[in-house]
């Protein structure tokens, strides 16, 4: 049977282990880098903890985050799936779209800033995928879906999207069935792009927009050698989408702020 990861489970394992060090809260909150509120969500079992999280409170502890998730340790998960399955025992049924597992040991290979030139002249051997760092995320998946990890160069603030920011996509096998205005990793010959795809055109283009300046460009289907649609993002830089809000909501509160004193002005009758 397929175990439901729980989020009252992991919160109370992580209250556990803080009460362990008698500590509280705001000092654990504090030293994952979080906000109190944000952290108690999690450990009151209201919200589930991202994979950023996950891995920051598996570091704090010293735990295996499959402990956070199960309560066991990836060994000792394994052996009782063994204990389950017997030689003779009726096949799970298949899953469907709508009942597909989360796998929390499910490894991808990352291609990071340092292997991005040899993956796109080696991409299409195994041997070097598999020499590709990786990592393993909680991450909903279909029997027959292949994942991989980007790691982002340069911002993308139209895309909420920052430097050394961490995109999962999913291959789309075929490049004509896409959805537009989704967010897409485009492998070409000679590099990689991340954005969004607004149109198709008949011609056999993609147009696409890749920067905050909103210009959208054409890219031929033809010259694009992998497709992989944007399923998930590691961010390390919230603060900075955060703070780039609170900057345009500063400048909205002070044009209102103006609008009323000149309404206050005219009703004075001090504006002729």
């Known amino acids: 049977m397929q175990e439901i990861i729980s989020k009252k489970n992991i919160g109370n394992r992580l209250k556990q282990l803080r009460d362990s060090r008698k500590l509280s809260q705001a000092e654990v909150s504090s030293a994952l880098g979080l906000s109190r509120s944000h952290y ?3 450990e009151l079992g209201k919200q589930f903890p991202s994979y950023a999280v996950l891995s920051r409170v598996a570091e704090f502890y010293d735990k295996k985050y499959e402990w956070i998730l199960h309560g066991k340790n990836p060994e000792e998960h394994s052996s009782e799936v063994n204990k389950q399955t017997k030689p003779g025992d009726i096949e799970p049924r298949s899953t469907t779209e709508n009942d597909i597992p989360i796998d929390p ?9 340092e292997s991005l030139l040899l993956y796109l002249q080696n991409k299409d051997k195994s041997e070097f995928i598999e020499s590709l760092p ?3 995320l909680p991450l909903t998946k279909s029997p027959n879906s292949i994942h991989r990890a980007f790691q982002v160069e340069g911002d993308h603030p139209e895309h909420l999207l920052f ?23 485009l492998v070409m010959k000679d590099t990689v792009l991340i954005g969004k795809i607004v149109a198709y055109q008949d011609k056999g283009a993609f147009l696409c927009i890749f920067d905050s300046d909103l ?17 998930l993002k590691i961010t390390f830089k919230l603060n900075k989408a955060v703070n780039n809000q ?8 002070k044009t209102v702020a103006a609008l009323t004193e000149e309404l206050g002005k005219l009703r004075s009758g001090s504006i002729s």
């Open 246 to 253: 609170n900057t345009r909501n500063a400048g909205i509160e």
């Open 134 to 136: 990786r990592i393993s």
């Open 40 to 42: 108690s969500q999690v």
């Open 163 to 185: 430097d050394q920011d961490v995109v999962v996509g999913e291959l789309v096998k075929d490049k004509l069935r896409i959805v537009i205005s989704r967010a897409y990793v």
């Open 105 to 113: 040991g499910h490894s991808i290979p990352m291609v990071n800033s």
């Open 215 to 231: 210009d959208k460009q054409e890219v031929f289907v033809d010259d694009i050698t992998e497709l992989w649609e944007i399923k």
